[in-house]
């Protein structure tokens, strides 16, 4: 691996530094989605533009580069973007989120209420089918509930990570937060919980709640995530594995108008340069992970417009607390010193990115910005690890993604920083990876003693990061959200409690605390919250990249 030295990153950092001061900084960190083309009315020469832009707000193939092939498209059973961003246009859920916001609007579910926080009743739309034909219904419904809950219904075949993390492990677990689901009538459903649980609305609109046809999960069982089958604005074709996924246009779609584009492609270029050059060439229309250095060159081409995600984000490098020497806090706290984000987000991400103190980022409400930050600090990181009883560092596997992600754009290269910081403290650190779906995987059981990783934001809630993300509950494989298998009975307690609040106020309280603990205890070095780019021809429009990284597509459409 190639390693990195304090001095090498230190002239790439003021490189980097020169290259933002010729091609001007990106300066727009608004919360709100932007589209921006400094040329914008140019009609540019690309054939694939020009041929696009006589349909008439409709119509057409879209395709959309990305960075890594999804895992499975079966939305109940994976956590990873590239998955969920193509079940999205699948699948529906009950409820959805507004397109720029996290705000909760109809879906499959047009009226919903609840009197007591335990028991809501859901008014579902009717005359909607699935894409095999069947009917959309409560007992479908109830069918796709038992099926996610219930490890002994013969179509658990999985693990089902998501609803695990948001809802406290499955039927029969302690913590299990769903008691019931029925069916009232046909177009009415009745969902009782076992507590108070005030993300509920919220958390049964994420991607992963998505509902699918019965009979599609009971004809394809295990395979049911090559075949996926939902309600959506589009439907599955064919996936060349590590290629491609084709969908096409739903034309019974029940929101009527709906979808524009007769086809979309998302395609899988994991390169972030090579992707740019294919947008550039004309070979797709679309991309995610837009290197942040190139940015001001896709602003500078009269056929392309920038779009800036919402950021709703952290990036991190997670210790994992059970194998030493990261079971010594000291050991954690001492490399927490040991990192100057400034200089990762100057080198990398084009400041289109901040400096992460806490595991959530400060769009949240409940963010306590009162944390101070471990400062950057070689001697003060030297001195806690000879405390530890590590007076001339150790030697570690580091773990570094594969793939780009919004929230970690370049995973070896800045593990190779980090790596030249560590080595100054006697902390000798061997890069290594695996194919995406493994490294997943294997951070998942737990495999890694530190390793890169990030979250988006699923709700708009604090509960999707830090419960997920840091609470004991999540700290077990083989899918595990909390990578650092850290436990902490007094986070668990608060965690809990802010679940069971429903006072906005009184849960921030709470969340602040949560914050404060976990600042302490250290089990990640939280690195950043991003504000990822995208880049699209700019003949696209009704495209609004949503803070929660999964953009539904229904709207899009070519000029």
């Known amino acids: 691996m190639k390693k990195w030295t304090l001095i090498g990153f230190v002239l790439l950092f003021a490189f980097s530094i020169f290259i933002v001061g010729c091609g001007g900084k990106e300066t727009n960190t608004s919360s709100q989605p932007a589209s921006e083309n400094q040329n914008s009315g140019s009609s540019g020469t690309d054939s694939s533009t020009n041929n696009r832009s006589s349909l ?13 092939d999804s895992v499975s498209l079966d939305p109940a059973d994976v956590t990873d973007g590239e998955s969920l961003v193509v079940t999205k246009q699948v699948f529906d859920t009950l409820v959805d989120y507004a397109d720029d916001s996290t705000d909760v609007v109809p879906a499959l579910a047009e009226e919903w209420d609840s009197q007591d926080g ?4 859901f008014k579902l739309r009717q005359g909607v089918k699935f894409h095999d034909g069947t009917d959309f219904n409560a007992d479908a419904v109830v069918f796709n509930f038992e099926r996610w809950m219930d490890k002994e219904n013969p179509y658990h075949q999985g693990d089902f990570p998501y609803y695990s993390y948001m809802f406290g492990g499955f ?22 919980l076992n507590r108070p649980y005030s993300p509920f609305i919220n958390t049964i609109a994420m991607p992963a709640f998505a509902i699918a046809s019965p009979e599609a999960v009971k004809k394809y069982g295990d395979k049911f995530g090559e075949n996926p ?47 740019f050059i294919a947008l550039q060439n004309g070979e797709i229309d679309l991309m995610d992970g837009l290197n942040p250095d190139d940015v001001t060159l896709a602003k500078q081409d009269s056929n392309l417009q920038v779009f800036l ?43 289109l990115a901040e400096p992460a103190k806490n595991p959530m980022p400060p769009s949240l409400w409940g963010y306590n910005d009162d944390i101070q930050d471990y400062e950057f600090n070689l001697e003060k990181a030297k001195q806690l ?8 560092g150790f030697e570690v596997d580091f773990w570094a993604m594969p793939v780009p992600r919004p929230y970690i754009p370049q ?41 890169l990783l990030g979250w988006t934001g699923d709700n708009g809630d604090p509960d999707n990061f830090l419960y997920v993300l840091l609470d004991k509950d999540n700290a077990k494989g083989p899918d595990a959200g909390n990578i650092a298998f850290y436990k902490n009975d007094e986070l668990h307690d608060i965690l809990i409690q802010a679940q069971q609040i429903s ?12 914050q404060e603990i976990i600042k302490d205890d250290a089990p990640w070095i939280p690195l950043v919250h991003s504000t990822p780019p995208l880049a699209g021809k700019v003949n696209i429009k009704g495209f609004v990249p949503h803070s929660t990284g999964t953009d539904k597509m229904t709207k899009v459409y070519f000029e």
Request: aromatic share 12%; charged share 25%; net charge positive.
């Open 309 to 351: 995600r919402p950021s709703m984000n952290v990036g991190y490098l997670a210790f994992n607390t059970e194998k030493p020497p990261f079971d010594n806090k000291k050991v954690r706290q001492a490399l927490n010193y040991a990192v100057d984000k400034k200089a990762l987000i100057d080198a990398f991400y084009n400041g």
């Open 171 to 192: 039927k029969g677990d302690e913590g299990h937060i769903i008691k019931e689901v029925k069916s009232v009538n046909p177009y009415t459903v009745q969902i009782t």
């Open 229 to 275: 089958v939902g309600t959506g604005p589009f439907i599955f074709k064919e996936w060349k594995r590590n290629d491609s996924i084709t969908l096409e246009k739903n034309p019974n779609y029940w929101m009527e108008g709906y979808p524009k584009l007769d086809k979309l492609i998302y395609r899988s270029i994991p390169d972030n340069s090579a992707r």
């Open 118 to 121: 335990l028991t809501w009743t």
């Open 503 to 514: 006072d906005q106020g009184e849960r921030a309280k709470l969340y602040q605390r949560a």
């Open 411 to 451: 995973g070896q290269q800045i593990a190779e920083a980090i790596q030249a910081w560590f080595s100054e403290i006697g902390v000798k650190t061997n890069i290594v990876s695996y194919e995406w779906a493994t490294y997943l995987e294997k951070t998942g059981k737990g495999e890694h003693s530190m390793a």
């Open 56 to 68: 008439p707000n409709g119509g057409g193939t879209l395709v959309f580069g990305r960075g890594g």
């Open 385 to 392: 690890l000879a405390e530890a009883g590590y007076p001339n």
